[in-house]
Structures are given as structure tokens and as C-alpha cells.
């Protein structure tokens, strides 16, 4: 079992800056690619930015590439999501998830984290 806390959400105007944060607990933490998610009402969950076990490659959704950027700290057992220039379309309900075997079909979710950006 792993277990993921996210922390770090909170409520910023447009164009404003928030770090989530993401520790895990139990299994390797190297051994799982992590990403994170968001989920806003009334749509679907959409994966935000992933990186692999090393943090050599990343991914990010288009819309928030030259944005946010995701950075893990294996000795730390923890996972960064640094959100620039924050939109309000990038409210939502965000995720941390870990994957053993690929991060579109995780293994372990965090309990998420709220994000609100006002205009």
C-alpha cells in the first residue's frame, strides 16, 4: 500500500502562484511514476502533469505546459506541483497519483487538494 497527502491548495487571484505538495508513505516511492489530476464540477478527471520514477521525463496537459511544472524528490518521498500564472479555469479538485505501470491507471490516489483562482 502507499499513501499520498497533498497539502498546498488554497484560494489566489488570476495570475497568482500555489505549490502542492504530495508526500507518500509505505512502498518505494521510486518505483511509481506520479502525476497529478484535477477534477472541476461537472466535468471529467484529466491528468494536469506526470513524471517517471527519475523525473527524467515529464508530461503536461496543453493547456497549463509553460505553467506548471512537476518535480519529485525520491529521498523525500515527495511530489511538487509549482502552478505560475494561475487561470480560473485551472479550478479544481487536484489529485495526486501514483503508478506502477503506467500513470494513466494508477495504483494509489491522494484525497486531493483544493485549488480556487478568482478573477
Known sequence: QVQLVESGGGLVQAGGSL???CVASGRTFSNYAMGWFRQAPGKERELVAATTWNGGTTYYLNSVKGRFTISRD????TVFLQMNSLKPEDTALYYCAAGQSSIMTPDYWGQGTQVTVSS
Not at 74 to 77: E, M, P, S, T, V
Open 19 to 21: 505549490r502542492l505538495s
Open 74 to 77: 525520491n529521498a523525500k518521498n
